[in-house]
């Protein structure tokens, strides 16, 4: 883990390059030294149906859902949740200077009992590192 989720509403298409996004959130990730590589997932989901505050179609918002793995410290996912949203408004900057622009994000603990993984990225990435 961790699991990055970012939501954009569809205006925000001209002006963002999501690829670039999901890229610097999941380097952003992985650079707190939190969260292996191996477990590391970041996806955008356009949304095409959608209101923001008072309707204006202009208005644009920008939600990042962290999902981690349980038994870190509450410390320990602050620390990394402010890095993370440092780096999405970072990006998000230049764009939130000309549009009006919600950017929120939320980090959530996964209860282990209800959470099932079958994942060969671990030994795949270590493989990697030996060559």
């Given at each position: 883990m961790?699991?990055?989720?970012?939501e954009y509403s569809?205006?925000?298409?001209?002006?963002?390059?999501?690829?670039k996004l999901v890229d610097t959130l999941h380097a952003a990730a992985i650079a707190t030294g939190v969260f292996p590589v191996g477990g590391?997932?970041?996806?955008?989901m356009r949304r095409d149906v959608y209101r923001?505050?008072?309707?204006?179609t202009d208005n644009?918002?920008?939600h990042l859902t962290m999902r981690v793995g349980h038994g870190?410290?509450?410390?320990?996912r602050r620390t990394a949740a402010e890095a993370i949203f440092a780096a999405l408004?970072?990006?998000?900057?230049p764009i939130q200077d000309c549009t009006p622009l919600a950017i929120s994000a939320e980090m959530q603990e996964i209860d282990p009992q209800f959470s099932f993984k079958k994942n060969n990225l671990h030994e795949r990435?270590?493989?990697?590192?030996?060559?």
């Open positions: 961790p699991h990055l989720l970012i569809a205006n925000l298409e001209p002006a963002i390059q999501i690829r590391a997932r970041t996806r955008a923001v505050a008072d309707g204006d644009a918002f920008v870190r410290s509450i410390e320990t408004t970072a990006y998000l900057q990435l270590a493989r990697h590192s030996k060559e």
